[in-house]
C-alpha cells in the first residue's frame, strides 16, 4: 500500500490510447513508448489487452522482459482464455498486474453481455480468484461503474475484495460523471465497501464532457490514490484524462493537490512529442501543458508582463515541463516592446523615432503576412525603408533563424499563493 498522499500513476496509453482510432502503434513503436513512459516515472504501465490479438500479446509479452521501473499490466475480461493469456503475457515482468473488468451497470449487464447481475457478481469472484492465482497484484474494474446502481456496485466491489483484488477501479466509462459526483461516489464507496481500506481505489475518466482531469482530481480528492489516464488523452472517443494535464495540476495547485508522486515532470513534454511520431496525430497547439501555444505569447499586453516578469501570463515554467522556453512570437497583435527586444537581440538597437518607423512597417507586414520571422525583420531592416541612418551594433548578430526568440525565465516552481 502507497503512503496514504501518495499517487499511483497508471498509464494506459498503449492500451485504451492505443485502441482508438488512428493511435494504432506497431510492436516497435509500443516498445519504444514504453520505455519512454518508464522513464516518466509512471508506477504502472498498461501494456495491451494481451487476448486482443497475437500482436498486442507479444507487444505485452516484450514489454514484460524489457522494459524496467515501472509495473507492468495487461487487460483481461472475465474470462478465463483471458486471464491465462494475459498472464503469460506479463510473466516475464519483475513485477506485474493482471487487470481483469466487468461491467457493472444494468445497460451493459442486460445489453451487452446478457447476464444478470448474480452470474456477473460469480464471474467477478471466479475471475478475481483465478487471476490472482497467477500474480499477486491484481485490479477489478467496474465498467461504466459511473451509471451503475449504488447497491450493486457495492455488492461487487465487496465480491472483488474478498475475492483478492488488491486495486479497485471505478471507471467512468463514457465521460458522464461531474466532478462532485464522481467525488461522492468515491466517498460512498470508502463508507459502505467492507475490507475498503486494505486496497487502492483508482480513477479512469473519460472526456467525453471536457471533464476527465475535473473527475479525476476529484476523485483523488475524495481517497482515490491511484490515477489511470493516457499521454496527450488519447483514448476511446474524446480520450482519457490526459496526465500531463494532470501531474502539471499537482505540480501548480499543490496547494489544493498535496499529494506525491513519481512523474519525472521535465520528461511530459518529450514523450508527448514521442507519442505524437508515434500516431497518426499530434497534439492541438492550444493542448493545454503541451500545446505548442502553451508558453507562447503573441499580444503586445502579455508580451509587455512577460518580459516584465513571466509570473504575469505563465503559471509554470515550460522548463518546468520540458518544453523548453517561452517563445514571444511576433505577429500582428504584438506591440512596440516585443519588436524592439527582437531587433535587439538581432543586433538593431533602435531609438524612439526608429522604432516608430519600423512598427509602422512591421504592423503593414503582419497585415499580410500572419507569422513574422527573425529573417523578415532582417529583410525590413535591410530593404532601406526601415531605417535611413545606420544605428550602431551593439551585439554580434546571430546567424538568424526562424525560431522565436527565447526569454530567460528567473525561477522554476510556480508562484506560491
Ligand atoms: O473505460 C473503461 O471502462 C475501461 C475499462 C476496461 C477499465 O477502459
Ligand atoms: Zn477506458
Redesign the pocket.
Known amino acids: 500500500m502507497p503512503e496514504n498522499n501518495q499517487i499511483v500513476f497508471f498509464d ?1 496509453t498503449l492500451r ?1 490510447g492505443e485502441q482508438s482510432p488512428g493511435c494504432t502503434m506497431h510492436h516497435a513503436e509500443k516498445l519504444r513508448m514504453a520505455h519512454q513512459i518508464a522513464a516518466l516515472g509512471v508506477d504502472v504501465l498498461e501494456a495491451g489487452f494481451a487476448i486482443a490479438s497475437d500482436g498486442d500479446f507479444n507487444a505485452v509479452h516484450a514489454i514484460a522482459r524489457e522494459v524496467r521501473g515501472t509495473r507492468v499490466a495487461s487487460l483481461a475480461r472475465c474470462k478465463r482464455e483471458d486471464i491465462e493469456a494475459a498472464a503469460r503475457a506479463v510473466e516475464p515482468a519483475p513485477s506485474n498486474r493482471i487487470h481483469v473488468f466487468l461491467a457493472s451497470s444494468d445497460l451493459h449487464l442486460e445489453y451487452k453481455l446478457r447476464i444478470s447481475r448474480e452470474q456477473a457478481l460469480d464471474h467477478t469472484a471466479e475471475s478475481v480468484r483465478l487471476a490472482r492465482s497467477f500474480v499477486e497484484d491484481v485490479e477489478f474494474s467496474t ?1 461504466d461503474g459511473t451509471r451503475s446502481d449504488h447497491e450493486f456496485l457495492i455488492q461487487m466491489i465487496t465480491v472483488a475484495i474478498q475475492a483478492g483484488a488488491t486495486t479497485i477501479n471505478i ?1 467512468d ?1 463514457v465521460g458522464y460523471t461531474t466532478p462532485e459526483e464522481y467525488a461522492a461516489l468515491f466517498r460512498m464507496v470508502k463508507a459502505r465497501v467492507p475490507g475498503i481500506d486494505d486496497v487502492i481505489l483508482s480513477t ?3 472526456n467525453d464532457l471536457g471533464m476527465a482531469v475535473a473527475n479525476t482530481l476529484a476523485g483523488v480528492q475524495a481517497g482515490a490514490r491511484q490515477i ?1 489516464c493516457t499521454i496527450n488523452g488519447i ?2 472517443r474524446a480520450g ?1 484524462a490526459a496526465l500531463e494535464e494532470i501531474a502539471a495540476a499537482l505540480m501548480v495547485r499543490r496547494d489544493k493537490f498535496p499529494y506525491t508522486h513519481h512523474i519525472v515532470m521535465d520528461q511530459l513534454y518529450p514523450t508527448s512529442q514521442m507519442l505524437g511520431e508515434c500516431i497518426s496525430f499530434g497534439v492541438s497547439p492550444n493542448k493545454a501543458v503541451v500545446g505548442a501555444n502553451a508558453f507562447a505569447h503573441e499580444s503586445g499586453i502579455h508580451q509587455h508582463g512577460m518580459m516584465a516578469n513571466p509570473l504575469t501570463y505563465e503559471i509554470m515554467t515550460p522548463a518546468s515541463v520540458g518544453a523548453g522556453n517561452t517563445n514571444i512570437v511576433l505577429g500582428k497583435h504584438s506591440g512596440r516592446r516585443a519588436l524592439a527586444d527582437r531587433l535587439e537581440r538581432l543586433g538593431h538597437l533602435l531609438d524612439r523615432d526608429q522604432l516608430d518607423q519600423v512598427y509602422a512597417l512591421f504592423t503593414e507586414l503582419t497585415d499580410r503576412k500572419k507569422l513574422i520571422y527573425d529573417q523578415d525583420l532582417l529583410s525590413l531592416m535591410q530593404s532601406g525603408k526601415a531605417i535611413p541612418v545606420a544605428v550602431p551594433v551593439l551585439v554580434e548578430v546571430p546567424v538568424p533563424v526562424a525560431v522565436p526568440v527565447e526569454i530567460p525565465i528567473p525561477i522554476e516552481v510556480p508562484i506560491s499563493r
Do not use: I, K, L, S
Request: glycine fraction near 8%; hydrophobic fraction near 0%; proline fraction near 8%.
Open positions: 494506459t485504451d465498467e471507471p466509462t479512469h475518466c473519460h489511470e483514448g476511446e482519457n
